[in-house]
């Protein structure tokens, strides 16, 4: 082989490394390139979706304040969870002024000046007595409203007043609806209506209170039940039985209902009462009753 020749072979073999190692460089550079931009693009996605820790300092930072009921929902308002309402977070101001019970409560309306026509406390607690009072077979069936999640629910039952407490106190079988309500959201609102007449003869009691459950275990549960529950029909005593016969039959039972019944206590918080026959005494028909804080 002549000079020649090797000249040119090698002359080829450093063309080709050269052209191998450009091509080598340029893939790494576009590679490292398009792999700064993935990073980037990933970086963003991280930035736009903050994690649940920091939205939850970031809601924690925020300052609830109290707002009219006629507030609507704003693009500045924080993420809402499904089940929650604005009450949840905020208190509500409500004119009461502008709604129709407070002007029949207060306001001028046909035959009365404003604020004339209102019941003294004792009167009005009377008329309560009247209208819901009794214990046993005289208790009253409500209408219960119930709600958790913000999901409402209404039930019927019975309840025996304590009027010297302002306390209502119903019976309720375990495993209930309304009692799951209850144990989770005490806030509960009842109603009590007569049966429709006419128009002109009505009867109505609307209550807000706190509700609470007593079981078995509590000391005061089988007292209550002696002094206001009508629990014995369902006991079933013999005709024929002795008083001590009775008694016994009677004890037993309670202590059957201890393990499958709660007692409900509803600290009646505001008692609006709505009765035409008042308007008869000089009152107005719509009279409202709050307890003290």
């Known amino acids: 082989m002549n000079k020649g020749r090797i000249y040119f072979a090698l002359f080829f073999v450093v063309y080709l490394v050269v052209v191998y190692g450009a091509a080598c460089s340029q ?24 994690s649940a820790e920091v939205q939850e300092e970031a809601v924690e930072k925020i300052e ?8 609507e929902l704003d693009n500045n308002h924080p993420p809402i969870e499904p089940g929650f309402s604005c009450v949840d977070c905020h208190e509500i101001n409500l004119d009461g002024n502008t709604t129709a019970t407070q002007n029949w409560l207060y306001a001028e309306t046909p035959g009365k000046e404003a604020n004339e026509g209102v ?35 209404t039930t019927t039952a019975e309840f025996t007043l304590d009027p010297e407490k302002m306390v209502l106190y ?20 009842m109603n009590y209506h007569k049966e429709f007449e006419s128009f002109d003869v009505f009867l109505c009691c609307q209550i807000l209170g706190r509700a609470e459950l007593i079981d078995g275990e509590n000391p005061e549960y089988e007292q209550l039940i002696i002094k206001l529950l009508p629990y014995e029909d ?7 039985a002795t008083p001590k016969q009775r008694e016994d039959h009677l004890r037993k039972f309670r202590q059957g209902l201890k393990k499958g019944f709660y007692i409900s206590k509803i600290t009646i918080d505001r008692l609006t009462l709505i009765n035409l026959d008042m308007v008869k005494q000089g009152y107005r028909r719509v009279q409202r009753w709050e307890r003290k804080k």
């Not at 893939?27 to 903050?50: L, M, Q, R, W, Y």
């Not at 609830?64 to 507030?71: C, E, T, Y």
């Not at 369902?234 to 024929?240: E, F």
């Open 27 to 50: 893939d790494e550079s576009i590679a490292a390139k398009n792999g700064a931009e993935k990073t980037e693009i990933k970086s963003s996605e991280v930035k736009a979706a903050p």
């Open 64 to 71: 609830v304040k109290s707002i009219d009921v006629q507030a």
């Open 119 to 153: 019941m003294p406390e004792d009167v009005l607690l009377k008329e309560v007595r009247k209208a819901i009072g009794g214990i046993k077979t005289a208790s009253k069936t409500f209408v219960l409203g119930t709600s958790m999640n913000n999901r409402p629910l």
């Open 170 to 189: 119903g019976f309720h079988e375990q495993g209930t609806e309304k009692l799951a309500h209850i144990k989770k959201n005490p806030y509960v609102s």
């Open 234 to 240: 369902g006991a079933r005593v013999p005709k024929d």
